[in-house]
């Protein structure tokens, strides 16, 4: 029999686990601690008891996930034999498969709503798990960026452009592609542009 130590351990994973489906599905503002209790099958006042408001879980959610998120893309970028497009394609799927919802619109969303002490402690895990990482992939050398472009400007843009793989209503390329060659056709587009250069002439 589960002592009673053993039985709060239980029902307090289970509060992360649940919050963490419904908190990256439907984002902060759309998540009630009533829809975390209830997925977990217990009232407010014992998910309380365990936390002391929704801002905490939320943190405690983003905090992990990005922790998963930076180890995972430590260990594709720890892999310098690959091209950067094959690199980038991989960190996406990363991305999405954590992520069911845009990650960069999921935390700045709930900025509207958080305390100003935890922005800046979510600011922090999205700068370190996520920018970070994909300032250090934009350095590469192989990968030469466009002039006055710096890695922390294009992980930006990188993170910010992601929107059509995390749903269907505006998907770029052909719809019946496999995972990988949708994921790869929007890369391009984000490293490569859109439109070729204009050619000077000089008279």
Do not use: C, W
């Not at 209830?38 to 408001?53: E, M, N, R």
């Amino acid at each position: 029999m589960a002592t009673r130590a053993e039985q709060l351990a239980k029902t307090h994973q289970a509060i992360l686990d649940a919050a963490r489906e419904l908190f990256l599905k439907g984002g902060y503002a759309a998540t009630s601690t009533r829809d975390i209790a209830k997925a977990v099958g217990i009232t407010q006042p014992a998910l309380y008891h365990h936390f002391a408001d929704k801002e905490v879980i939320f943190l405690a959610v983003i905090t992990t996930v990005g922790a998963e998120i930076k180890t995972g893309m430590q260990e594709i970028l720890a892999d310098q034999t690959s091209s950067p497009l094959d690199q980038l394609t991989t960190i996406s799927m990363l991305l999405t498969h954590k992520h069911p919802a845009d990650i960069f619109t999921l935390i700045h969303t709930s900025f509207k709503t958080l305390s100003p002490a935890n922005i800046r402690q979510l600011g922090g895990v999205f700068m370190q798990d996520y920018v970070q990482p994909l300032q250090a992939f934009f350095a590469r050398a192989d990968l030469p960026l466009q002039p006055g472009v710096t890695p922390a400007m294009a992980a930006n843009f990188y993170l910010t452009s992601l929107s059509p793989l995390f749903n269907r209503f505006h998907q770029i390329g052909d719809p019946h592609a496999d995972e990988r060659a949708q994921v790869q056709t929007l890369l391009k587009l984000i490293l490569y542009g859109v439109a070729q250069a204009p050619t000077t002439t000089e008279n």
